[in-house]
């Protein structure tokens, strides 16, 4: 059974840094993309961030671009996303997930929730 496991969300103030890890267990992803979305409060989901298959290649929304870095060990079967100068409208629970990309999703983690105060 596939399963993704988000973990290092918590409650930070602004300005803050946190490391987001997710733990895929079940089959190897080394073929895959690994991306991170979140999704706060009455909004969609919403792209943060993806890392290619062999962790070539990396891409990041406008939002965080400059503030997050991800990045993957596929010894781990694990992504990480670690997030800096954290602000209040980063506050979102974060979700794993892989695929072919991000628009092509196979397996969604649970998320894990970032709560960035003022």
């Known amino acids: 059974q596939v399963q993704l496991v988000e973990s290092g969300g918590g409650l930070v103030q602004a300005g803050g840094s946190l490391r987001l890890s997710c733990a895929a267990s079940?089959?190897?992803?080394?073929?895959?993309?690994m991306i991170w979305f979140r999704q706060a409060p009455g909004k969609e989901r919403e792209f943060v961030a993806a890392?290619?298959?062999?962790?070539?290649?990396?891409d990041y929304a406008i939002s965080v671009k400059g503030r997050c870095t991800i990045c993957r060990d596929n010894a781990k079967n694990t992504v990480y996303l670690q997030m800096n100068s954290l602000k209040p409208e980063d506050t979102a629970v974060y979700y794993c997930?892989?695929?072919?990309?991000?628009?092509?999703?196979?397996?969604w983690g649970k998320g894990t929730l970032v709560t960035v105060s003022s």
């Open positions: 997930a892989v695929g072919s990309s991000r628009y092509s999703i196979n397996y």
């Open positions: 079940g089959r190897t992803f080394s073929n895959y993309a």
């Open positions: 890392v290619s298959w062999n962790g070539g290649s990396t």
